[in-house]
T-cell receptor, first 117, second 112 residues
Framework: DTGVSQDPRHKITKRGQNVTFRCDPISEHNRLYWYRQTLGQGPEFLTYFQNEAQLEKSRLLSNRFSAERPKGSFSTLEIQRTEQGDSAMYLC???????????????FGEGSWLTVV | RKEVEQDPGPFNVPEGATVAFNCTYSNSASQSFFWYRQDCRKEPKLLMSVYSSGNEDGRFTAQLNRASQYISLLIRDSKLSDSATYLCVVNGASGGSYIPTFGRGTSLIVHP
């Protein structure tokens, strides 16, 4: 399978615990994105990497959230001291260097569902 | 005003109907546009890009109106399998040209 893969697919954690999600993008894609989605809403942008550089972070990304992409390949998203409001699906997506015709088409992984109890 | 706005619906239509969704965006400098489809509890998947001249893919037609800052998706001859949420996506909606911004999605229910 050469798509975007995410791990774990489901995580249930107690409030206050730390959680980490991993994303492996499509191998030739140098751009990687993290989004968060709750029921009835569209995906909300969290952060974006080009290779190993984190180029954009949303205001939504509180200081409890940190993302890394150390070698420009896989990425991790860590949430510290989880709160119930962090319960959501965390989506990773990747895209190749921008194609003039198609613009910046992004491809999603299946998502990591987080439930904070 | 939200950067990308969609009517959440649901749009409830019979099989065979034609249905259209609109999406408006606030940043006139936005650069590229897409429609994604999302099934319940699944990830969004690219349905089609939206080109300035408009484009068609089978039963699906997408159009862009830069002057009025909206994009549309037309589905002809609806099938039961078209039931899903349709997400409008705009690149550069919030000023970052490589940041795709999603609308909240429009729910479509096609019934027999």
């Amino acid at each position: 399978d050469t798509g975007v893969s995410q791990d774990p697919r489901h995580k249930i954690t107690k409030r206050g615990q730390n959680v980490t999600f991993r994303c492996d993008p499509i191998s030739e894609h140098n751009r990687l994105y993290w989004y968060r989605q709750t029921l009835g809403q569209g995906p909300e942008f969290l952060t974006y990497f080009q290779n190993e550089a984190q180029l954009e972070k949303s205001r939504l990304l509180s200081n409890r959230f940190s993302a890394e992409r150390p070698k420009g390949s896989f990425s991790t998203l860590e949430i510290q001291r989880t709160e119930q409001g962090d319960s959501a699906m965390y989506l990773c997506a990747s895209s190749p260097t921008r194609d003039r015709r198609s613009g910046n088409t992004i491809y999603f992984g299946e998502g990591s569902w987080l439930t904070v109890v | 005003r939200k950067e990308v706005e969609q009517d959440p619906g649901p749009f409830n239509v019979p099989e065979g109907a034609t249905v259209a969704f609109n999406c408006t965006y606030s940043n006139s400098a936005s650069q590229s546009f897409f429609w994604y489809r999302q099934d319940c509890r699944k990830e969004p998947k690219l349905l089609m890009s939206v080109y300035s001249s408009g484009n068609e893919d089978g039963r699906f037609t997408a159009q862009l109106n830069r002057a009025s800052q909206y994009i549309s998706l037309l589905i002809r001859d609806s099938k039961l399998s078209d039931s899903a949420t349709y997400l409008c996506v705009v690149n550069g909606a919030s000023g970052g040209s490589y940041i795709p911004t999603f609308g909240r999605g429009t729910s479509l229910i096609v019934h027999p």
